[in-house]
C-alpha cells in the first residue's frame, strides 16, 4: 500500500523539465562511462546511440507545430539535435571526440537545474 502512494506522489512531483532533466543525466553518464573506460568506435556505439535517440526525440517533439515552447527555443533545439547526428558520426568515425558531446549535455542539464530551482 505504501508503495502504491509513494508511485502517486512521484508522479506527482514529476515534471516535464524534471524527467528532461533525469534523462539527459543519465545519458550523459554512460557518454562519460563509456569514454572513461577508454571506448572508441564501435564500443562507443551503445552510449552514442542512446544519446543521439534523445536529442532525436526531442527534435521531433520540437518540430510539432502543436508544441508550447518558443518558437527560437525550439529551433536551438533541433539545430543543436542536428550537430548531434553529425558530430556522432565523426565519434565513430574516429574524427571527433566523445568530449564535446559530453559538454553540450551538461550546458543542457545546467539549463534544465536552473530551470527546476526558478519552478521551486
Known amino acids: 500500500m ?7 506522489a512521484q508522479e506527482i512531483a514529476a515534471t516535464p523539465r524534471g ?5 539527459m543525466s543519465q545519458v550523459t553518464a554512460e557518454l562519460i ?6 571506448l572508441s568506435g564501435a564500443g562507443l556505439m551503445p552510449a552514442l ?4 535517440r534523445v536529442w532525436t526525440t526531442f527534435s521531433t517533439l520540437c518540430a510539432d507545430p ?3 515552447l518558443p518558437e527560437e527555443l525550439r529551433a536551438r533545439i533541433i539545430s543543436i539535435a542536428i550537430w548531434v547526428e553529425r558530430h556522432t558520426s565523426d565519434v ?3 574524427r571527433e ?5 559530453i559538454l553540450v549535455n551538461r ?7 536552473h530551470e527546476n530551482r526558478e519552478a521551486v
Open 19 to 23: 524527467t528532461e532533466y533525469r534523462l
Open 49 to 52: 546511440h542512446h544519446n543521439r
Open 92 to 94: 565513430v568515425r574516429g
Open 2 to 8: 505504501s508503495l502504491n502512494a509513494y508511485r502517486r
Open 97 to 101: 571526440s566523445i568530449d564535446d558531446l
Open 107 to 113: 550546458a543542457i542539464i545546467e539549463g534544465l537545474s
Open 66 to 68: 502543436e508544441n508550447q
Open 33 to 38: 562511462a563509456a569514454r572513461d573506460a577508454g
